[in-house]
């Protein structure tokens, strides 16, 4: 798979976070079932390791 540019990846990596807190947030004021909760939690931790497999996140070595 090709490396996504490391804006893109940034992007993905913030929309994971998001996902996940907002079914953390959801599921304590109200009562989710559990197949709601883990795709919920299964989305944002795919999105966060996709970002992070094939974003482009490289340091500059002097």
Same mark, same amino acid.
């Given at each position: %798979? *090709?490396? +996504? *540019? *490391?804006?893109?990846?940034?992007? =993905? #990596?913030?929309?994971? %976070? #998001?996902? +996940?807190?907002?079914?953390?947030? #959801?599921?304590?004021?109200?009562?989710?079932?559990? @197949?709601?909760? !883990?795709?919920? +939690?299964? +989305?944002? /931790? !795919? #999105?966060? =390791?996709?970002?992070? /497999? @094939?974003?482009? @996140?490289?340091?500059?070595?002097?």
């Amino acid at each position: %798979m *090709k490396k +996504i *540019k *490391k804006r893109r990846a940034l992007i =993905l #990596l913030s929309i994971g %976070m #998001l996902v +996940i807190a907002t079914s953390q947030i #959801l599921s304590h004021f109200f009562e989710l079932p559990d @197949f709601a909760k !883990g795709s919920f +939690i299964g +989305i944002g /931790i !795919g #999105l966060l =390791l996709t970002s992070l /497999i @094939f974003g482009n @996140f490289k340091t500059v070595r002097n």
